[in-house]
């Protein structure tokens, strides 16, 4: 392991630290989109500094994760009024009520078909939802799962974090569901992402990075600090992921060989959340005491 300072990671501040940012995504209008998650607010951020707020339509909503969409706008989770929500380039936005009450969407990811893919972490189950807003709801074989991150895998199907089943799951485009159990008790997974031959994922309790492939063979990693509570995960290529580690206040990076590299933030307890690559191909986090930091590679 090596702990490195990085001249060209720098912090960037969007909001005041009551407005939480969370989640982060590049849209396809060549800017940062990022979730308030504690004012009910979605920033559109340029790569020359320019912000642009956008309320939500209740204060309350508690925007979590933000895709990209098929349909060229960006899709959110709103886990606190229990919706999905659509924002254009514009700024214009709508939202669109999960069926199943007291839901909790949380993770959202476009998929293969056309669709948006989203995890509910209060009623076991995974969502699909049209980019007109139709949602069909397909419920997992165990109760208090708490599916949490989602993304479209190297195989055509979605796979997911079971946050306290302690699994990795999958779901074809046709609602068929495996679970794969963890190797580590009680590690709590919850990012996810593809690298586009098989998937990583972060294991928040246990403070590992673990690779799943799609036959599903899964590898663990423990970080240096088994305490920095990794949180969400991006590939930039195959065998090589960037990860928050909100714990430890550090932006992480992962070989195929499970070496593992660490950046600190620069300002102290800053809870790196969401992270993603920038249309400029930087690494770009978001801080919830109220700033993004973008990482050059």
């Keep these: 392991m090596q702990r490195s ?37 979605i920033a559109r951020l340029t790569l020359d500094g320019e912000l642009t707020e956008y309320p939500l339509d209740s204060p309350e909503c508690r925007p979590t994760v933000i895709t990209p969409g098929p349909d060229g706008a960006l899709w959110f989770a709103r886990s606190q009024d229990h919706r999905l929500g659509r924002i254009t380039v514009d700024g214009e936005s709508e939202s669109f009520r999960v069926p199943t009450p007291d839901s909790g969407p949380f993770g959202i990811t476009p998929g293969p078909d056309g669709a948006l893919w989203f995890t509910q972490m209060n009623t076991d189950r995974i969502g699909r939802a049209t980019t007109k807003g139709e949602i069909t709801e397909f419920t ?57 031959t098989a998937l990583w994922f972060v294991e928040i309790a246990a403070g590992q990075i673990g690779r799943i492939s799609v036959a599903g063979g899964i590898e663990e990693f423990p970080l240096p600090d088994r305490t920095a509570k990794p949180h969400a995960i991006v590939a930039t290529s195959a065998g090589d992921c960037w990860f928050t580690e909100w714990g430890a206040n550090s932006i992480g990076h992962i070989t195929a060989t499970g070496e593992i590299t660490e950046y600190d933030l620069p ?15 930087a690494l770009w986090a978001a801080l919830e005491t109220g700033a993004v930091a973008r990482l050059v590679v």
């Design 140 to 196: 997992l074989p165990v109760a208090g799962a708490f599916p949490s991150a989602i993304t479209a895998g190297p195989d055509g199907a979605l796979w997911f974090t079971l946050n306290q089943a302690n699994a990795i799951g999958r779901i074809t485009t046709d609602g068929d569901i495996a679970l794969h159990p963890l190797p580590t008790p009680g590690a709590a997974p919850v990012g996810i992402t593809s690298d586009g």
């Design 267 to 281: 300002s102290p307890s800053s809870e790196p959340h969401g992270i993603t690559v920038g249309p400029d191909g």
């Design 5 to 41: 300072e990085v001249p060209a990671l720098t912090e960037i501040v969007v909001a005041d630290k009551e407005a939480g940012p969370y989640g982060i995504a590049a849209g396809p209008d060549g800017a940062l989109w990022i979730t308030f998650v504690h004012s009910g607010r």
